[in-house]
């Protein structure tokens, strides 16, 4: 993740005429999470939702590179000390994945979508939302991409994260 893509991350105020198409839950999930966009495979947007206690965190992080001497002119959120360089997060999970004493450390990193019971738009979203290629993008709402994205899903990854999504 660049830099300016976080501090240029999603800040709007979600407008009536969007919020009246939305349930009670995802308007408030909408409000809840700030989303940041990045390049993904094949140069495609990939949208990251992140907890106003990541955004605190990583706020932070960015107002301390210099004090943890990674260089000005490394443009990345993640920098190394002393580089031009980054860490990358995949490597990083599987690393602490495997120390944590995780029961299924796979599990950590894998993406479980068939384990949602997905319908066919709902397995759509969510391979987009991923930055996975589909081969036939179908528009079924109405709705901005972004606000959609958040809307539904924030649901998605609130219950991996509170460990009920089998």
Known sequence: MLLTAFRSRNKSVLHDDVAIC?????????????????RGKMGRMVPILLKPSMVTAMELLAEMCESCSVPNDNLFMFGRPEALSFYRGGECLQ???????AKHPEALTATMSQ???????????????LGHDIRIHRQYYWLPQGTLQLARMSKVLLAMEKGTVA
Do not use: H, W
């Not at 939305?22 to 990045?38: G, N």
């Not at 384990?115 to 939302?129: P, R, Y």
């Open 115 to 129: 384990v949602l019971n997905l319908e066919e738009n709902e397995s759509d979203q969510l391979a987009d939302f």
């Open 22 to 38: 939305l349930t009670p839950f995802e308007r408030k999930m909408c409000k809840y999470f700030a989303r940041v966009e990045i």
């Open 95 to 101: 690393k602490y994945t495997k120390r944590c004493g």
